[in-house]
């Protein structure tokens, strides 16, 4: 098992990941919500190109899925959450 470290210095949004065996890494830096909603949305925007880019799926085809998949969580959450 591995734990993500140094995602970001402090002001420095961007850094990219760095992945350390656990048991080389007891302790952690904690990281902020920012860092983590930043990442997340990279990792995200970079497989989406790739998806696309290869020819996997289409613009419209990821567009449509995004749609479906909020519609699904507004719907598990009881309606709240952003619309």
Excluded: C, F, W
């Excluded at 993500?4 to 656990?22: R, S």
């Excluded at 952690?28 to 996997?56: C, F, H, W």
């Amino acid at each position: 098992m591995s734990v993500v470290t140094g995602l970001t210095p402090p002001g420095a949004l961007g850094t990219p990941l760095k992945e350390e065996p656990m048991s080389e890494s007891p302790e952690r830096e904690p990281v902020s919500l920012e860092d983590l909603v930043y990442s997340n949305m990279v990792q995200v925007e970079a497989i989406t190109r790739l998806l696309v880019d290869k020819g996997i799926i289409t613009p419209e085809e990821l567009i449509d899925e995004v749609k479906t998949v909020h519609a699904e969580q507004h719907k598990k959450a009881g309606g709240v959450g952003i619309s």
